[in-house]
Each structure stands twice: as structure tokens, then as C-alpha cells.
């Protein structure tokens, strides 16, 4: 199995720039779908970003759409989500997740419950 690890939180203001990094152990990201998931303070975990196990398809929310970018480096351990133009509500703790997919490389789900692997998350704090 994959364990999964975040990196790249801190305190920005709004419009500026942050990249979250979620890092493979054990297994590279080659059969996993990965995706970036957020929960703010007394809300739900919500979907932000996924990307196939072949990198080739991905899948964003619309309060990030033109914003986020979700991306796969080519060893295929880590993937990144740029983020840019920030506003205060993309603040959150932002996880990262896997889903193995097995053969369906171009399969990603948008649902957490389909995520078996989890990281524990990294703050991202927007001030206005």
C-alpha cells in the first residue's frame, strides 16, 4: 500500500500563490488516482482537485476551476496542486488522498469515500 504525505501549507494573503506537494512511500502513484480534498473550520470535507493514475485526465471543483491546477511529476511519486489567485475561503486543511485504481489509469473519482489512502493534512491560512 501507498502512504501519502503533504507539504507546501503557510499563511498567504489573498491573490497570492501556494503549491501543495503530496509525496508517495512505498508505492509510487502509478496505479492510484490522487486527489486534494479540504476542510475548513465547523465544515465538511470537500473535493478540490483529482488527477488519473496516468495523469492524462483530471477533474476540478468550480469555486477552483482557473485557479488550481493539479499536476504529476514524471517518476509518478508526487503530485502538486498549484494554487493560485487565493482568496480567504480556499482556507482549510488540505489533504491528499489515494484511490488505487488498478488498470483503470485514466479512472479518478471525485468522492473521499472512494479514497483509501489519506495523508493528515497541511493548514492553508488566506488572509484578506
Known amino acids: 500500500q501507498v502512504q501519502v504525505v503533504e507539504a507546501g501549507g503557510g499563511l498567504v494573503q489573498a491573490g497570492d500563490s501556494l503549491r501543495l506537494s503530496c509525496a508517495a512511500s512505498?508505492?509510487?502513484?502509478?496505479?492510484?488516482?490522487v486527489g486534494w480534498f479540504r476542510q475548513a473550520p465547523g465544515k465538511g470535507r470537500e473535493f478540490v482537485a483529482t488527477?488519473?493514475?496516468?495523469?492524462?485526465?483530471?477533474d476540478y471543483a468550480d469555486s477552483v476551476k482557473g485557479r488550481f491546477t493539479i499536476s504529476k511529476n514524471y517518476a509518478g511519486n508526487t503530485v502538486y496542486l498549484q494554487m493560485n489567485s487565493l482568496k480567504p475561503e480556499d482556507s482549510a486543511v488540505y489533504y491528499c488522498a489515494a484511490d488505487w485504481t488498478d488498470s483503470r489509469r485514466r479512472y479518478y473519482s471525485t468522492r473521499d469515500y472512494d479514497y483509501d489512502y489519506w495523508g493528515r493534512g497541511t493548514q492553508v491560512s488566506v488572509s484578506s
Open positions: 488527477i488519473s493514475a496516468s495523469g492524462g485526465t483530471s
Open positions: 512505498g508505492r509510487t502513484f502509478s496505479n492510484y488516482a
